[in-house]
């Protein structure tokens, strides 16, 4: 039986829309099979998974790491809604400053796989705390870490609320022209 089905966003990101089994007792969530994404060329080695709770307004990105660290993302809201925004951060590809934004919520925890060589970031735009699952291909080098401002005019996102908390770190990230 297949629990995922897969929608191509652009640019190699892939939108997975899996079946969520809900009862009285809850829900159950299949978040990950080897050979059902590998079907859809998603072939990713996930070494860690880590768990993100913000709360609304919250704003948190443009981040992403560099050279031999960089990493393939599966990112998951598993309550709340985000806006997620993917920019393309590869110096060489036709697409560089361009970007993908999606609504993932915990409605339909639908995820979105996110290749190398992307900035990543998000707005919590629910009421209530959102909550994030990510699985990562790479482990995390804080000497590779880089972001990009969420408000840099170059690539000119278009964020559906206004951010009520912004970290001091993503608040003076670059601009993309100077990465």
């Known amino acids: 039986m297949k629990l995922h ?24 969530l299949e978040i990950y099979d080897k050979k059902e994404f590998e079907k859809a ?6 070494i860690q998974s880590m768990v993100s709770v913000s709360k609304s307004g919250v704003m948190r990105g443009l981040h992403f790491q560099k050279g031999k660290y960089a990493q393939a993302k599966l ?13 393309d951060v590869r110096k060489n590809s036709k697409t560089f400053g361009k970007y993908v934004a999606i609504e993932l919520s915990g409605k339909d925890m639908n995820a979105v796989f996110v290749p190398r060589g992307f900035a ?18 790479n482990e995390y080098s804080p ?32 601009e993309l022209k100077y990465l």
């Open 41 to 46: 060329n998603i072939k990713c080695n996930f």
């Open 75 to 87: 990112v998951r809201c598993l309550s709340g809604m985000v806006w997620e925004v993917a920019v």
């Open 120 to 137: 990543l970031g998000f707005i919590v735009l629910s009421k209530e705390d959102a909550v994030l699952l990510y699985n990562v291909e």
């Open 5 to 28: 089905k897969f929608k191509k966003l652009g640019m190699g990101l892939v939108l997975i829309k899996s079946s969520v089994f809900k009862d009285e007792r809850g829900f159950f």
């Open 143 to 174: 000497a590779h870490a880089s972001g990009v401002r969420w408000n840099d005019k170059n690539i000119n996102i278009k964020w559906p609320i206004t951010p009520k908390i912004i970290s001091e770190k993503d608040r003076n990230l670059s």
